[in-house]
């Protein structure tokens, strides 16, 4: 009796297939890591390989460094594979110490680490099809966010702060000077909890947040590097932020174990959020306007198979000047459904999308406004040689650069 949702077809033997869902995949380097979707599979793969586990660690990825990958596997990030046999059966997992517990400093997320550099060739099959989605509680096309219906005007000064946390995102906006909304509320993977736990004091959050200065905190997509500090917030910490938006394509344990964290404490005031229908299936990922106060407009995309490209894009607008958080959705969505929305007038500042990794081709970008300002590359550490430099190159014609692993924390008046 399997309890999860994979497609029969794909599922054959229940009892020996491991289904996994990959989370990072880096092919040059040989780097992935992957979750389960349910907690289920998780202890059936300690089980069967009698690997130690503390009762109530809620840990769940695995990381695999060193993979010698066959040129016949095609993995996509945010979908789902069986684990090979080799790996499993060939493999020694090392369990990651217990956090508060080791001598050695913990990762929050990963249970196991694999270094794979010993067996000869994996080979992953094709992907399976999961369907055990998270119920949302918001499908419509409007999203009421109490905080957009106060008073913003677009005389106000706002102010984006991007946070250098690593490989990830974590953006602050201001208004009139204070502290309103945390887009994506994310660090780099590569973290360990003490790490995390240093970013929380150096940013004074647990302090704004018992201010409760942070009406409404937004998360763009279900990608670790976009809402891993969640992990490091107490219970009473969450309760004081006074809206969160999310989508409901939480897939991995992790995500899922955060989503009901949130939902625990939060209430009605967390807001799952269901990608809009595509119209038909040939039709474009489209960004909709779901909700905006003249300076603030938010997005929401379109299912997809892609996370990256169906989540919560930001949109800022002063007299002045406006801005795009586009977390890792595509230029061209950005173009095609965000631009017409900001006047063309104004100077356009951006948070490069993706870390400045692929995020398909820039077309109008460079040309659209009348003035560009600052693009910011949040990025860090990493494997795929993010910031890309060719897109770099072409940015930088057009727009200022500045990089979080260089200038530290960014600041963009608006
Ligand atoms: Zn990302």
């Avoid at 957009?148 to 991007?162: A, E, F, P, R, T």
């Amino acid at each position: 009796m399997e309890k999860y949702i994979y497609d029969k077809k794909d599922v054959t033997d229940p009892q020996d297939q491991i289904p996994v869902y990959i989370e990072k995949f880096d092919r040059m380097n040989g780097y992935l890591v992957v979750d389960f979707s349910e907690q289920e599979i998780l202890q059936k793969f300690i089980k069967r390989y009698d690997l130690q586990y503390a009762n109530g660690d809620k840990r769940s990825m695995l990381e695999i460094s060193n993979l010698n990958i066959s040129n016949t596997s095609h993995l996509r990030e945010g979908s789902h594979y069986l684990l090979p046999k080799e790996l499993l059966e060939e493999g020694k997992w090392m369990p990651e110490p217990l956090i508060n517990n080791d001598i050695r400093d913990a990762s929050p997320i990963f249970a196991y680490r694999l270094n794979a550099s010993q067996i000869p060739s994996i080979t992953f099959g094709k992907a399976i099809r999961y369907t055990g989605y998270y119920k949302p509680n918001y499908t419509g096309v409007h999203i009421s966010i109490p905080f957009l219906s106060q008073g913003i005007s677009i005389d106000d000064k706002l102010k984006i702060i991007v946070r250098n946390v690593g490989q990830g995102n974590w953006n602050e906006i201001y208004i009139k000077d204070n502290k309103k909304i945390i887009y994506d509320f994310g660090a780099s993977i590569r973290y360990t909890q003490t790490q995390l736990d240093g970013l929380i004091r150096k940013y004074k959050i647990d302090k704004i947040l018992y201010d409760n200065s942070v009406p409404l905190m937004i998360i763009s997509h279900w990608d670790i590097d976009h809402y891993m500090m969640l992990l490091s917030l107490s219970d009473s910490q969450i309760k004081s932020i006074g809206m969160i938006l999310c989508m409901d394509k939480a897939i991995s344990q992790t995500a899922k174990n955060v989503l009901s964290t949130l939902q625990k404490n939060l209430g009605t005031r967390l807001s799952i959020i269901s990608a809009s229908e595509r119209e038909s299936r040939r039709s474009s990922l489209k960004l909709h306007l779901v909700g905006s106060n003249k300076g603030i407009l938010l997005f929401k995309g379109t299912q997809s198979s892609s996370i990256n490209k169906s989540g919560l894009v930001l949109g800022l607008q002063t007299k002045e000047a406006c801005a795009v958080l586009p977390a890792d959705h595509h230029y061209s969505q950005i173009e095609k459904d965000v631009f017409p929305h900001l006047n063309k007038n104004l100077t356009y500042n951006m948070v490069v999308p993706h870390h400045c990794g692929n995020a398909g081709r820039i077309s109008s970008t460079l040309t659209h406004f009348r003035k560009n300002g600052a693009a910011v590359i949040s990025v860090g550490k990493n494997s795929y040689h993010h910031p890309f430099k060719i897109i770099k190159n072409q940015l930088s014609t057009a727009f200022s650069i500045q990089q979080t692993n260089i200038s530290g924390d960014i600041t963009i008046m608006l």
